[in-house]
C-alpha cells in the first residue's frame, strides 16, 4: 500500500469511526532488573587485575572501607537492598564543614593517621598513599582537608625545616593537637609564586621576625582549613633583609589558640560558598605586622642569623626559589592520583548502568537492546575506561618516584609531577562529563554521584599549579634539557629522552591491524611526534630570541607548541608505564586485554591530536584506519568491560544505586521509607 492510500484509508476509518488498523507493534512488558554478572563473562581474573592496579595496600584499603562503613558518620543508607555511603551534599556549608572534622576525629581515634608524618621508609609512605586514596573515594573534601594538613602543612615542615622544626611539629601534627594550613596563593598571586606580596622583616633587637600584608592583593586566598579549624599556617613571604628582598621565604604563624579564637593581628575571612568542595573550609587571611620567633623560620634552604644576617649555601636565587617549591610536589602527586580514582568510580557506575539499562528495539517486536551494545555508547565509554587503565599506571609510577625520591632525582619529580597532574586532571574532568551524560537523567542525581562529583573534582586543574601553566614548565624543562645537551654535545639523559639519541621513526605508509596494535608502532609514532615538537620548539624559540626577544617573551608567544610539547611529553610517558606494567603479567588471558586496552589507549591519543595530522605524522588515510581500529576495540573490549570495572576494586557502598538495582531503589516503596 503506498503512503497516499494508507494516510487516505486512516483518515476515513477516522472519519467513519471503522476501528483501526491492528497495529505491527505490541506493549512491552514491564522492565525487570537482572544483575549484569548473570550475563557478563570475563576473560582474566578481575583479583589479578586489581592487584596490578592498585599495586600496593591491598589489605589496608579494605580496612578502610570497611571502617569508613561501618561508622553512621559516614551517612550510609539504604537503597534496594544494599548500603551505600557518600556525605550529605543537602547540609549546610557550615554542617559539611563540621561533618568533615567529626570523620577526621573518627579516623584519627582508629589510628588511621599513625606514622603519616612520623614513620620513615617506603611502607610508611605506602600506606598513608593507600589510606589516602580510600578516603578520597569516599569524599574530596575529606581529602583535601587532609592533603593540606598532612601533605602541605605537614610536608613543608618535612621538607623545608630542620631539627628543631621536626622535633616540634610532627608529632603535635599527626595527633591533631595543632591543625595546619598552608598560606601560598594570595588574591593577586595564585600560579606566579615569585611574585606574591606579603612581606617579612627581621627585628634584630627582638630577635623576631614581622610579617605583614601591605596591600589588599596581598591578602592569602583559598587558603584551606583557615575560615574555621587551623590554628598555624606556613606562611610563604617575600623576605627583606636590611632593605634587600631576598626572595620567597617560608614561615611558621599562629593564626588561633587553643580554644579557637583569632590570634591578635590576624584577620580572617571566609571565601564563601563554592560550586563543590564546601567541607573544606577555605578562607582569607590578612598579617598586621604579626610578630613569630626567628626559630619559626624554615631554615633547611636558607637562615637568619640573631644578629640579622642572610645565609644560605644556595647562592643562586632562582635555584633557591626552586627549591621552596618542593612541597608542591606532594600535593601534585595525590592531585594526579585521585583523579584516577573518580574516573573510575564514574566508569563503574555509569558501565555498571549500562550494562543493565535498555533503550529502543532494533526490529517492531524484538526487545529494547542494552546501552553498552550500542556502538556509539561503546565509544563513548570504552576508550576513557582505556584510558583510565593506562593513567594508572602513570599515576603509580608517579607515586613510585616520589616515595624513591633523591635530590638527583627531584628534577624528574618535578617535571612528570606538572605534566601527570595536568593531563590526569583534565581527562577526569571530560571522564566526569561522559559519565553523566551517559547515565542520562539519573546522572543528575546528587545520590549517584557522577554528576556532583564534576563540581567536587573541577577544582583540581587549578590548585597546586594550573593546568596550562603546568604544561608550559613541562616544555620549558625539556628546552632546557635540549638546549643542555646541544651545549655539552652528549647524548640525552633522563626525563625518557633517550630516543632522541636515535634515528627518527618511521611511520608505514600503509597501517594494518597488526601494525596499528604493535607497541613498536605505537611507541613510535610518539616519539616522533615529541621528538619533532622539541626540535621545532627550540627553533622556534631560538629564532625569537635572534631578533631581539626574550626568552620568557619567546615561550609566551610560541604557547601552542609549547602546549602540543607538553601533552606529546605526557603521552609517551604514560604510555611508556603502560608497558612497563605490561611486561611484567605473564602471556595469558590477563596480558590479551592489557594488549587491547594499551592499543586502545594509544590509537585514540593519535586519533584525538590533530598534531600527527597538522605536522604530517600519519597521512589521512592512516587516520581513517586509527578511527576504524578503535571501532573494532570497542567491540573487542565489550565482553569484558564488567571485569574491567569490577577490578577497580570500589566496594559497591562507594558506588550509587544506578549501578545496580535502580529499578527498585526508584520504587514506590522507596519513597516510603
Known amino acids: 500500500m503506498d503512503r497516499v492510500s494508507r494516510r487516505t484509508r486512516i483518515l476515513s476509518n477516522h472519519l467513519t469511526g471503522a476501528a483501526p ?29 586489581r592487584s596490578l592496579l592498585d599495586a600496593h595496600n591491598l589489605q589496608d584499603r579494605d580496612w578502610l572501607f570497611g571502617l569508613m562503613i561501618q561508622s553512621p558518620l559516614f551517612n550510609p543508607r539504604t537503597a534496594a537492598g544494599k548500603i551505600f555511603v557518600s556525605p550529605d551534599y543537602n547540609q549546610s556549608m557550615q554542617q559539611q564543614r563540621e561533618m568533615t572534622m567529626k570523620r577526621i576525629g573518627y ?14 621508609g617506603l611502607e610508611a609512605e605506602k600506606r598513608k598513599f593507600a589510606f589516602f586514596e580510600v578516603i578520597g573515594i569516599y569524599d574530596h573534601s575529606l581529602a583535601v582537608k587532609l592533603g593540606v594538613h598532612f601533605f602541605l602543612w605537614g610536608g613543608a615542615i618535612q621538607f623545608f625545616g630542620t631539627k628543631r622544626h621536626h622535633d616540634k611539629w610532627p608529632r603535635d601534627t599527626e595527633n591533631y593537637a595543632i591543625r595546619g594550613c598552608f598560606a601560598m596563593s594570595e588574591l593577586g598571586h595564585g600560579s606566579n609564586v615569585r611574585g606574591i606580596e606579603t612581606v617579612t ?17 596581598a591578602q592569602k586566598y583559598w587558603i584551606g582549613g583557615a575560615a574555621n579549624h587551623a590554628t598555624h599556617t606556613i606562611v610563604f613571604s617575600q623576605l627583606n633583609i636590611n632593605g634587600s628582598n631576598q626572595g620567597v621565604h617560608a614561615f611558621i604563624a599562629q593564626i588561633r589558640d587553643a580554644d579557637g579564637n583569632v590570634c591578635p593581628n590576624i584577620r580572617i575571612a571566609d571565601c564563601g560558598h563554592k560550586i563543590g568542595l564546601n567541607g573544606v573550609d577555605n578562607g582569607r587571611i590578612w598579617f598586621d605586622n604579626v610578630r613569630i620567633p626567628r626559630e619559626n623560620l624554615l631554615n633547611s634552604v636558607a637562615d637568619v642569623s640573631p644578629d640579622g644576617k642572610y645565609l644560605s649555601s644556595i647562592k643562586d636565587p632562582d635555584q633557591r626559589f626552586g627549591a621552596f617549591l618542593a612541597p608542591l610536589t606532594s600535593g601534585r602527586v595525590t592531585i594526579a592520583v585521585s583523579a584516577i580514582y573518580s ?33 556509539s555508547h561503546q565509544r563513548r565509554l570504552l576508550p576513557l575506561l582505556a584510558k583510565t587503565y593506562a593513567m594508572s599506571f602513570a599515576a603509580n609510577y608517579l607515586k613510585s618516584i616520589y616515595v624513591k625520591r633523591t635530590p638527583q632525582s627531584n628534577k624528574t619529580l618535578h617535571v612528570v609531577s606538572s605534566a601527570f597532574k595536568a593531563i590526569l586532571t583534565w581527562h577526569n574532568m571530560r571522564t566526569l562529563q561522559e559519565c553523566r551524560e551517559a547515565c542520562g537523567g539519573q546522572g543528575l542525581k546528587t545520590e549517584n554521584r557522577v554528576g556532583h562529583m564534576k563540581a567536587e573534582y573541577d577544582v583540581q586543574s587549578t590548585f597546586e599549579g594550573d593546568n596550562n601553566v603546568l604544561m608550559q614548565q613541562v616544555s620549558k624543562a625539556l628546552l632546557g634539557e635540549y638546549i643542555a645537551v646541544q651545549k655539552r654535545n652528549k647524548p640525552f639523559k633522563g626525563l625518557g629522552l633517550e630516543h632522541m639519541n636515535r634515528a627518527s621513526p618511521v611511520i608505514p605508509s600503509q597501517l594494518t591491524s597488526s601494525t596499528l596494535r604493535s607497541s613498536q608502532f605505537q611507541m613510535d ?27 620568557e617573551h619567546a615561550f609566551v608567544l610560541r604557547y601552542q607548541l609549547a602546549e602540543d610539547l607538553g601533552r606529546a611529553f605526557s603521552d609517551r610517558a604514560i604510555l611508556q608505564t603502560f608497558l612497563d606494567a605490561e611486561a611484567t603479567v605473564p602471556a595469558g588471558s590477563l596480558k590479551d586485554v592489557l594488549g587491547k586496552l594499551r592499543s586502545m589507549y594509544a590509537l585514540v591519543c593519535l586519533e584525538e591530536d590533530a598534531a600527527f595530522l597538522r605536522y604530517g605524522y600519519l597521512s589521512i588515510e592512516n587516520a581513517a584506519a586509527i578511527r576504524k581500529e578503535v571501532t573494532e576495540l570497542c567491540g573487542e ?18 558506588l550509587s544505586p544506578i549501578a545496580f538495582n535502580w529499578i527498585e531503589s526508584n520504587s514506590w516503596s522507596s519513597t516510603q521509607h
Open 637 to 654: 573490549l565489550r565482553p569484558n568491560a564488567l571485569a574491567l570495572v569490577s577490578s577497580f576494586g570500589i566496594p559497591d557502598a562507594f
Open 21 to 49: 488498523e491492528t497495529t505491527l507493534l505490541a506493549a512491552n512488558p514491564c522492565l525487570s532488573y537482572s544483575p549484569p554478572e548473570l550475563s557478563e563473562t570475563s576473560d582474566f581474573d578481575p583479583k589479578a587485575m
Open 107 to 120: 579516623l584519627l581515634d582508629r589510628g588511621v593517621f599513625r606514622g603519616w608524618l612520623t614513620d620513615r
Open 525 to 551: 609514532a610518539f616519539c616522533l611526534r615529541e621528538r619533532d615538537l622539541l626540535n621545532r620548539f627550540a627553533v622556534e624559540v631560538s629564532n625569537c630570541q635572534k631578533q631581539g626577544q626574550s626568552k
Open 343 to 375: 574516573s573510575k568510580i564514574s566508569l563503574a557506575i555509569a558501565i555498571r548502568y549500562s550494562l543493565t539499562r535498555r533503550a529502543f528495539s532494533l526490529t517492531p517486536t524484538g526487545p529494547e537492546v542494552l546501552l553498552l551494545d550500542y556502538p
Open 201 to 217: 622583616t627581621y627585628d634584630r633587637n627582638t630577635g623576631e621576625f614581622v610579617i605583614s600584608t601591605p596591600c589588599e592583593s
